[in-house]
C-alpha cells in the first residue's frame, strides 16, 4: 500500500489549516503564526500539490500596498521554488467585527458593499495566483433571533451578491468558478444556506448558474447529522461539485474539524470510494484544525495524517470494488437492477402492464431479502483490511 | 381573541393523524382503529375544513373494487355532510413489506414498477375527491449502509418516476400538482432528499419543475436541527412552498409529531408570522400523532390543540408586527436596510464608489450594535402576551 | 405582572458574561472590555442582587500583588456601595494555554499542581468576599482522541483534586460548598462528567461528598438533547442542587449561551415550574453571553431580558399551579395518585395481592386515556397568558 | 487472526434481536416469528456461549401456566442439547398497553404494582435458568410533555419499585444482580435516567446500592452524542459494569440498533480497548436489530458480523496495546504521568511547594505539545490494519 502522497494526488490545505493558532471560545493561542511562505515549504515537503487561502491569510485586514506586494511576491516565490499550485482561494468575511452581522446579507448596507469590495478585490489577487475555484463560505450570513433576519429578503441580497461577482468575472473573463460553502450553524445561531441541498437549490435562482457549484465540507453536514456520502453523491448528481472540504467531524455538536479519518471514519470510506468510483478529478482539499493540544510537530503530522488516510482509504474502496465476492454480494442486493430504468417502455407501457400491478404479488416481493447486512460487512472487512 | 375555528382558517388533518393508533417501535397499538366517516364528522365538528389520505388510509391494501367503491362512495358522502374538502393526498409506500427498500428507488424493479401503478392509482381518486396537491413522502427511499444504494443510480430513479406521474398529470389533464416531504432519517439510517433544500434542488434537475413544490414537515427539518422558518422561508423566495405540515418536535432525535405548539414554540410563533405575512394561502395542514397516553378524547383534545396554538400565535405575531414599538426596533435593527439593494448603481457604479472601500471605515462600522437583543425581547413578550 | 426584578429575587450574573467581548472561533472582539466595577454598578441598578466571577475576571492572569488587591479592593467598594453580594466564585481553568489538556486531569502533572494552587488561591479570595458556594467547570477536562485521555485514571485525579479541595476548606473551616457543572463537550471533544447524572454519580465516589453538589447549566445539557427541567429534578431528588446556570439554548449544537428565555421556552418555563414549587432558594444565576452582534446598550438589554423572562415565567407557573381546571386535569391524570406508594403494604403484602396480578385485567387498564394532551394545553396555555 | 467466534469469548444475544420481526414506526412485519428453540440453536452453530430473553419473549403476555411449562421446558432442551447458557433476563414492560405511561413509574397505582408482579414473577424463571444478572430498561418511565410526569415523585416510584425487587432477591436468597439501562428518549420523549451517569447518580440513592449496577447500550448513549467509552469507563471505575448491550448507532437520532461494528467505527474500537484491557469478564451481549430489509439469513449474517467484529476490534487493539512505537508515543504524550497521583505529598506538600505556584511558569509549560494526533494516527493505522 502507498501511503505516501504525491502531487498527482491533488492534496491541497488552507494556509488557515495548519496555521490555526489555537484560539477557541474558550482559551488563548496555543501555538505561534505560521508564515505563508514556511507553510509553502512544509506542505510541498509532505507531498502537497496545492496549497489555498482567504485574502487575511496572506496579507493582514488593512494592510497597506507596500505590504500586500510583498506578501504576494514572497508567497508566490515559494509557489514557483515549491512547485506548489494555488487551484482555490476565498474571502474572509467572518474575522473582523463589521462582519458581525453577515456580509452580503448584512442589515447594514455599507457593510454589504465593503464585503462584495473586499471579494471582488481577493478574486483579481486569486486569479492572477491561478485559482480557478473561487469558495464562498458564508459562515455569518445568518442570524440567532427570528425577527433580526428577514429571509427572503437576505436571499435577494444573497442572490444580487453572487450575480454581481460573476458579472465581474465575466466581464474580466476570468476562468473561474465559484463553489459556496454551506454549513448550518456556528459561529451564528442559524446559518443560511445551510445545507448542500440548500446551496444548490439557491444556484438555480442565479443569473449565472453555470458559473456556481458547491463546496461541501465534511464536517459541516454531519453537524445536521446529515449522511455525508449522500449529499455529495446529489452534488456530483446534479453537475455541481466544484471542490470540497475533506475532514473529520464527531457528530452533531460544534464544528470540530478534525483531521480527515478521525470522526465518522465509516462516512470517510463512503466519500472516498464515491469520489474515486465517481471520477471526480478535482483537489482533496483538507479544512481541518489541528487539535489546540498540538505543537508545530503535532500539526504537521495531523497533516501527514489526513493525507495518509485518504491513501488508505482510497486502496480499500478500490480493493472493495474489485473483489468478485463483492461483485456477487452487489448482484444479490440487486445493485445492478437499480441502475435500469424503472419503465424503458414508457407511461404507456407501464399502464398497460399487468404484471406491474394486477397480477403483481406483493407479498411475494414482500418476503426476498435484499442482502445488505452481507453486503456492509464485506464492506466493512474491506475497510478494516480484514478481508 | 378567537380561538375557535373556522372553515376559512383552512386547517386541514390527515386521517392518519387521528386515526394513529399508537402502534410504536417498542409497543402494540393502544387505540381502536377510528372509521373515516367517523373522523371526518369529527374534524368538521372542531372546525376544520379540510381532510387528507394515504390510498391506504381510506382503502385497506389490497381490497378488492367493490369494497373500495363503499369505502369511496362512504367518504365522499361524510364530505358532502360536512362540507369538508380534499386538498391533498398522497400514496403510502412505506407499510407494506414490498416497500422495506423503498419504491421508486427500491432496488428490485419490479416493486418500483408496482409503487408508481400505486401512486398513478391513487392520483386519480384524489383528483376525483378534488385534491389540487399530491404530496410525496419517499419515507423508505434511502439506506442503513453505504453499498446498499447507489446514490446517483437511485437519483435517477426517483427523476424517472417524478417525470412519469407529472407526464401523467399533464396527459390527464389533471389541475394537480406535487409536493415532495423531505426527511432525514427514520425510518431508513439516510433518507434521500433528507431537507427542504435538496428537495427543491432535486425539483430543478425534473422535466416538469413548474409541476413540483415541497411540503415541508416542522419537525422533518428539526430532526436535522435545523430552523423550520429559514427553510419555509427559502421554499417561499423560490415559490414551491405547495403545501406544509405543521406539527411539534423536541430537537434532534426520533420523529415525534407531537401537536402543533408542543415543541419548539419560538419557531412555530416565527412559522406562523411567517406564513401569514408571505400571504401563504395554502392549507394550515396538521400532520401530528396524538401521543400514545391518550384515548379518544386525548386525541380530539390534541386536535383541537394544533388548530387553537395556530389561532394564539397567528394573533400575537399580528399585534407583533403592528406594535409601534417593533416597527422602531426593525428600525434600529436596520431591517429596512436589508429589503434595499446593495448596488442599484450596478457593478460599475460599486466599482466606483470610493465610500464602499478606499473610505470605508471598518472600525467605526464594526462598533455599531444591532440592537437585536432588544427586538428579540419585544417579539418574545408579544409570544408572551406580556407586552 | 411585576417584571422588574428585585434583590430578593436573588439574581445574579458572573462578571464574564455581561463582560464578553464577542471573540468566537471565527471572529475577533466586537465590544470593549468592560471594568467590573462598571458591571456591579449596571447590574445593581437593574435589580440583581449577585456577581459572581472567576479569578481571571477579577484579577488578571500572573498580575502582582499590587495589582491584585487594587483591583480587589476596587471591587470590595463597588460591593459595598451597591449592595450587590458575591454568592459564588470560580477558578478560570481553561483560558492560559498551560490548560490545554486539562487542568485537574492534564496529563502533566505539573499542570495539575498550578491548577490546584491556583484554585485554592481563588478559593480564599471567594471566601473573603462572602461566597458560599464554589463552581468546578473543568471545561478542558477531556479529549479529542481515544488514547490520549485514560478516563480511569483522569477519574482518579478528578476525584483526589476534589478531596483535596474539599480538605482544605474544612481545614481552613470555611463555610463553602462546591458546585460541579457538567457539560458534554466544547471546547474538548469529549468532556469528563458530560451530563448532570455524571457529576451526581462522580460525588458519591468522593471523601467528604456533603461537600459537593452540581452547578446545572440549561444550554450545557440541552447540548446533549436532554430534558433539562427532568435533570434538575433529579439533582434536586438527590440533594445536590447547590447552584444553577440559567441561559437559552437551540437544541443540539454549539454552546450558544442564548439570555434566559431564548431558545427551548417550554422547557425554560418547566424549570421554573420546578424550581419555584420545590422551593429552591439559591441564586438564580444567569450565565449568557449577549450575541456578538450587540454593543453595551444591547448587553444590558439582554441581562435586563433574562430576569425579566424568569419573572414571567415564574407568574405564569404559579398561575398554572393555582388554576382549578389544571387541578381537575392534574387530577384526571393521575399524577396524586403518583405521589402515593406503589406498595405501603410491603412486598409480602404486594405478593399476596390477587387484585395486583392474579385478577388484574392489563385491555382494561391499558384502555385508560392518561389526558396528557388535555393538561399540556392548559399548561401552554398559561404560557402563552391566553388561558 | 481469528475471527471464529468460540464460547469462552463470552458472546450472547437476546431472543427479541434476531427474533424482531421487522415492525417499525411505518412499517408492518418483514420477517415470521423464529422459534425461541430455533434461535438457540442458531446461536449456537454461530459461535454464541449465551441467550438473554424478556418474559414475554419466550411466554407470550397472558399465556396460562400450562403453555407456560410447554415453553420454558423446551427452551431449556435447546439449552441443555446446545450448552448455551443464560447469563441474563430481563422483563418486557412496554409492549402492552398496559405500560403506556410506563411501568414502575406509571401514574396509575395498579399498573405499578401489576409491574412488579410481573418482574418479580420472571426473576423466579431468571433464576431457575441460571441467570446472575437481572437487566431493567424503564424504556416508557418517562413523558411527552412537562406536568405528566412529577420527576421527583417518579423517582421516588422507581426507587421504591427497585428496593422492593431487592428485598424479594436478598429474601429468596437469590444469587442476582440488578443491571439498569438508560436510554435518553425513545419510545417516550424523554425518558427517565437517560445516560448511565443519571443511573449511576440513582443507584446510590437505594437501600442496597451494592445489587445494583449499569447495563448501558452503546446506542443509547450515542443517541445523545456522548462518548460511548467514556461513559462505560465511569462505570468501571465505579465498579457498576454488571453487563452491556453492544450494537451500531449512527449519531444523534432514532435508536438504529445496527449490529456491533455499524455505526461509529472508532468508539467501537476503543470500546473494545476499553474492555479488554480493564478485564470486564462479563458476557459480551448484542442487542441488535437486523435491518428490516433482510430475510432470515440476512438475519443470521448480521449476528455472525457482530461476534466477527469484536473479535477484528480486538485483535486490533491488543496490537496497539502491544506496538513498542505506540507506547513511545503513549509516553510522549504523558500518559504516564496522569497515572501518577497530582500530590503524593499531600494537601500541606502542595502548599509548601513554590515549584507548583510560585515558581511555576506556565508559558512554559503551556508551549509543550500534548503529542496526540500522532498517538491518534497510529490507533487508527491500527484499527485499519494499515501500521
Redesign the interface.
Given at each position: 500500500?502507498r501511503?505516501q502522497p504525491v502531487p498527482e494526488d491533488k492534496f491541497s490545505f488552507g494556509l488557515w489549516t495548519v496555521g490555526w493558532q489555537?484560539?477557541?471560545?474558550?482559551?488563548?493561542?496555543?501555538r505561534r503564526a505560521l508564515d505563508p511562505v514556511e507553510t509553502v515549504h512544509r506542505l510541498a515537503e509532505l507531498g502537497a500539490y496545492g496549497v489555498t487561502f482567504h485574502d487575511d491569510d496572506l496579507i493582514p485586514?488593512?494592510a497597506d500596498d507596500i505590504r500586500r506586494e510583498t506578501a504576494v511576491k514572497r508567497f508566490r516565490q515559494a509557489l514557483d521554488t515549491t512547485g506548489l499550485v494555488v487551484p482555490m482561494a476565498t474571502t474572509n468575511l467572518?474575522?473582523?467585527?463589521?462582519?458581525?452581522?453577515g456580509a452580503?446579507?448584512?442589515?447594514?448596507?455599507?457593510?454589504?458593499?465593503?464585503a462584495?469590495?473586499?471579494t471582488?478585490?481577493n478574486i483579481d489577487l486569486a486569479t492572477e495566483l491561478g485559482a480557478r475555484t473561487y469558495v464562498a463560505w458564508g459562515?455569518?450570513e445568518g442570524?440567532?433571533?427570528?425577527?433580526?433576519?428577514?429571509?427572503?429578503?437576505?436571499?435577494?441580497?444573497l442572490k444580487?451578491?453572487f450575480d454581481?461577482l460573476a458579472?465581474?468575472v465575466v466581464?474580466q473573463g476570468y476562468d473561474l468558478r465559484f463553489a459556496i460553502e454551506p454549513k448550518?450553524?456556528?459561529?451564528r445561531?442559524?446559518i443560511?444556506?445551510?445545507?448542500?441541498?440548500?446551496?444548490?437549490?439557491?444556484?438555480?435562482?442565479l443569473e449565472r448558474p453555470g458559473l456556481f457549484g458547491v463546496n461541501p465540507e465534511v464536517g459541516h453536514e454531519?453537524?445536521?447529522?446529515?449522511?455525508v456520502?449522500?449529499?455529495i453523491?446529489?452534488a456530483?448528481?446534479?453537475g455541481k461539485l466544484f471542490h470540497l472540504d475533506l475532514n473529520g467531524q464527531?457528530?452533531?455538536?460544534?464544528?470540530?474539524d478534525?483531521?480527515f479519518?478521525?470522526?465518522?471514519?465509516?462516512a470517510a470510506?463512503?466519500l472516498v470510494?464515491?469520489l474515486e468510483t465517481?471520477g471526480y478529478d478535482g483537489p482533496r482539499h483538507f479544512d481541518f484544525k489541528?487539535?489546540?493540544?498540538?505543537?508545530?510537530?503535532?500539526?504537521w503530522?495531523?497533516a501527514?495524517?489526513c493525507m495518509?488516510?485518504y491513501l488508505?482509504l482510497k486502496e480499500?474502496a478500490a480493493a472493495?470494488r474489485a473483489d468478485p465476492a463483492?461483485q456477487d454480494?452487489?448482484r444479490a442486493?440487486?445493485?445492478p437492477?437499480?441502475?435500469?430504468?424503472?419503465?424503458e417502455d414508457g407511461?404507456a407501457g407501464?399502464?398497460a402492464?399487468p404484471?406491474?400491478?394486477e397480477t403483481?404479488r406483493?407479498?411475494v416481493?414482500?418476503?426476498?431479502?435484499?442482502?445488505?447486512?452481507?453486503?456492509?460487512?464485506l464492506?466493512?472487512d474491506h475497510?478494516?483490511?480484514?478481508s
Amino acid at each position: 500500500m502507498r501511503c505516501q502522497p504525491v502531487p498527482e494526488d491533488k492534496f491541497s490545505f488552507g494556509l488557515w489549516t495548519v496555521g490555526w493558532q489555537g484560539r477557541d471560545p474558550f482559551g488563548d493561542a496555543t501555538r505561534r503564526a505560521l508564515d505563508p511562505v514556511e507553510t509553502v515549504h512544509r506542505l510541498a515537503e509532505l507531498g502537497a500539490y496545492g496549497v489555498t487561502f482567504h485574502d487575511d491569510d496572506l496579507i493582514p485586514f488593512g494592510a497597506d500596498d507596500i505590504r500586500r506586494e510583498t506578501a504576494v511576491k514572497r508567497f508566490r516565490q515559494a509557489l514557483d521554488t515549491t512547485g506548489l499550485v494555488v487551484p482555490m482561494a476565498t474571502t474572509n468575511l467572518f474575522t473582523h467585527p463589521v462582519f458581525k452581522d453577515g456580509a452580503f446579507t448584512a442589515n447594514d448596507r455599507d457593510v454589504r458593499r465593503f464585503a462584495l469590495r473586499k471579494t471582488l478585490r481577493n478574486i483579481d489577487l486569486a486569479t492572477e495566483l491561478g485559482a480557478r475555484t473561487y469558495v464562498a463560505w458564508g459562515g455569518r450570513e445568518g442570524a440567532e433571533s427570528g425577527a433580526a433576519k428577514d429571509v427572503p429578503a437576505a436571499l435577494d441580497r444573497l442572490k444580487e451578491a453572487f450575480d454581481l461577482l460573476a458579472q465581474y468575472v465575466v466581464e474580466q473573463g476570468y476562468d473561474l468558478r465559484f463553489a459556496i460553502e454551506p454549513k448550518p450553524n456556528e459561529p451564528r445561531g442559524d446559518i443560511l444556506l445551510p445545507t448542500v441541498g440548500h446551496a444548490l437549490a439557491f444556484i438555480g435562482r442565479l443569473e449565472r448558474p453555470g458559473l456556481f457549484g458547491v463546496n461541501p465540507e465534511v464536517g459541516h453536514e454531519q453537524m445536521a447529522g446529515l449522511n455525508v456520502p449522500h449529499g455529495i453523491a446529489q452534488a456530483l448528481w446534479q453537475g455541481k461539485l466544484f471542490h470540497l472540504d475533506l475532514n473529520g467531524q464527531s457528530g452533531v455538536k460544534y464544528d470540530q474539524d478534525l483531521r480527515f479519518g478521525a470522526g465518522d471514519l465509516r462516512a470517510a470510506f463512503w466519500l472516498v470510494d464515491l469520489l474515486e468510483t465517481a471520477g471526480y478529478d478535482g483537489p482533496r482539499h483538507f479544512d481541518f484544525k489541528p487539535p489546540r493540544t498540538e505543537d508545530l510537530d503535532g500539526v504537521w503530522a495531523s497533516a501527514a495524517g489526513c493525507m495518509r488516510n485518504y491513501l488508505i482509504l482510497k486502496e480499500r474502496a478500490a480493493a472493495f470494488r474489485a473483489d468478485p465476492a463483492v461483485q456477487d454480494a452487489l448482484r444479490a442486493a440487486r445493485l445492478p437492477e437499480l441502475a435500469r430504468p424503472t419503465a424503458e417502455d414508457g407511461l404507456a407501457g407501464l399502464l398497460a402492464d399487468p404484471t406491474a400491478y394486477e397480477t403483481f404479488r406483493p407479498e411475494v416481493a414482500g418476503a426476498r431479502g435484499m442482502a445488505f447486512e452481507q453486503l456492509d460487512q464485506l464492506a466493512l472487512d474491506h475497510l478494516l483490511g480484514a478481508s
